[in-house]
């Protein structure tokens, strides 16, 4: 049976409690392709991967998407940040690891693809002073906004799964230096 057309104002007027930290996302459909709600603000230190593409579009205010390119210009660190504004859409590639972060009175739109059966979500920490990973943690995944938060709160509250390998920082639990664009 096919769904009625959903009006998203009208869905935000009605339902923006929904939006919840630490992800303040909401699934709205999750069939042929997930379709999710997503407020602001968020503050979370974590790259996700995905082994499917997600298509971000920024309905109300703007975002900043931060990336590690994997293929980045000679010369350019892999970390870059993408601005997305008001109106705008950006389709990121599969598993390119990212950092959504949302500011306060924002809304986006993200679409994502339903996930092979073997394929792994993973969350990533990396060191805010030498860009080391820190921590990862995978998952197939099945409900993401619940495996996310499970998987920032275990992270935050452990602070051997924050301390860098290699140069020993303790990794950050909320973005610092972010300003919106």
Not at 10 to 25: I, Y
Not at 72 to 85: C, L, M
Request: glycine share 6%; charged share 20%.
């Amino acid at each position: 049976m096919l769904s009625p057309p959903l009006n998203l104002p009208k869905w935000l007027e009605e339902n923006s409690h929904l939006l919840k930290p630490p992800v303040n996302n909401y699934c709205i459909y999750n069939k042929d392709v997930t379709v999710m709600i997503v407020g602001g603000p968020n503050a979370r230190t974590d790259y996700h991967i995905n082994e499917t593409a997600e298509w971000f579009y920024q309905y109300r205010g703007s975002m900043l998407l931060r990336v590690v390119d994997p293929c980045p210009p000679a010369g350019t660190s892999a970390f870059r940040d993408i601005p997305i504004q008001e109106g705008e859409m950006f389709l990121l590639p599969p598993n390119v690891p990212h950092n959504p972060i949302r500011f306060g009175d924002t809304v986006g739109i993200v679409l994502e693809q339903p996930r092979p059966e073997k394929s792994l979500d993973r969350l990533r920490w990396y060191c805010q002073a030498c860009s080391e990973v820190v921590y990862e943690d995978a998952f197939h995944c099945t409900d993401l906004g619940s495996q996310i938060k499970s998987a920032v709160q275990a992270f935050t509250g452990n602070d051997e799964k924050r301390t860098c390998g290699k140069c020993g920082e303790l990794a950050a639990v909320k973005p610092a230096g972010v300003v919106r664009p």
